[in-house]
């Protein structure tokens, strides 16, 4: 079993910053990206960003220069900050895990899910 725990979501000022993570933990031998997606009412999920395990980050154009993805190998752990938050920044942020669990078998992990909200 794997499990993803995310927080740090809430409700912030138009301007103001948040900060994600996302724990993995359970039988993992290894982790390859590690993302976030979110989804607005009514619209599909979409892409934020992504870091593999070398560090490399990447990010929608709608939140760069914005948002800044990092991970913490030792913990399993990805983070993402976020500033300069938009009302359109509103959604359900979820975390996302490419890795291998004990035995070698590939597996994709959705998380929970944690809410964003920016407003006035």
């Known amino acids: 079993q794997v499990q993803l725990v995310e927080s740090g979501g809430g409700l912030v000022q138009p301007g103001g910053s948040l900060r994600l993570s996302c724990a993995a933990s359970?039988?993992?031998?290894?982790?390859?990206?590690m993302g976030w997606y979110r989804q607005a009412p009514g619209k599909q999920r979409e892409y934020v960003a992504s870091?593999?395990?070398?560090?490399?980050?990447d990010y929608a154009d709608s939140v760069k220069g914005r948002f800044t993805i990092s991970r913490d190998n030792a913990k399993n752990t990805v983070y993402l900050q976020m500033n300069s938050l938009k009302p359109e920044d509103t959604a359900v942020y979820y975390c996302?895990?490419?890795?291998?669990?004990?035995?070698?078998?590939?597996?994709?992990?959705w998380g929970q899910g944690t809410q964003v909200t920016v407003s006035s």
């Open positions: 996302n895990v490419y890795l291998v669990r004990v035995g070698g078998i590939p597996y994709v992990k």
């Open positions: 359970g039988s993992i031998f290894s982790i390859n990206v």
């Open positions: 870091i593999n395990s070398g560090g490399t980050d």
